[in-house]
């Protein structure tokens, strides 16, 4: 997945979608899987495109982990780009119901409130918070 943050860092895009599974809607960032022979940045790069028509700028590989160690093997793979070029509509239009550009200033209430849950949009949104460019750090 990508974190896809506006050109002066200040906002990220997310997605707000239903995950059936446990039936709860969140922010979530864009990401799917990754393809036989595919490089984790090329899936991540995609699937923005595609879920959101903005392509990332410059992916930075942030963390490859697994959120559940102890049961199955599911990499996950987090990338940050400082900057997103709007290429077209998503072309698939079934991955939200809406997408907006967040201030990250709102992330960790967001967070708090639990509307994002997704351990990979955690991952990445707490790497954000905790490297923020203007020296503002996340308060509990």
Request: net charge negative; proline share 5%.
């Amino acid at each position: 997945m990508v974190a896809l943050l506006d050109g002066a860092g200040e906002r990220v895009l997310l997605m707000w979608r239903h995950r059936f599974a446990v039936d709860t809607w969140n922010w979530e960032l864009p990401g799917g899987i990754v393809e036989d022979g595919e490089d984790p940045s090329v899936t991540a790069a995609r699937e923005a495109i595609e879920e959101t028509g903005f392509r990332p700028v410059d992916l930075e590989h942030v963390v490859t982990f697994e959120p559940n160690i102890g049961m199955v093997r599911n990499a996950h793979h987090v990338y940050v780009s400082r900057g997103a070029e709007l290429v077209g509509e998503p072309t698939e239009t079934t991955e939200m119901q809406r997408m907006e550009w967040v201030p990250l200033d709102d992330v960790q209430q967001l967070i708090a409130d639990g509307k994002i849950v997704n351990s990979g949009t955690l991952v990445a949104l707490l790497y954000l918070l905790a490297t923020r460019a203007d020296g503002a750090t996340p308060t509990a």
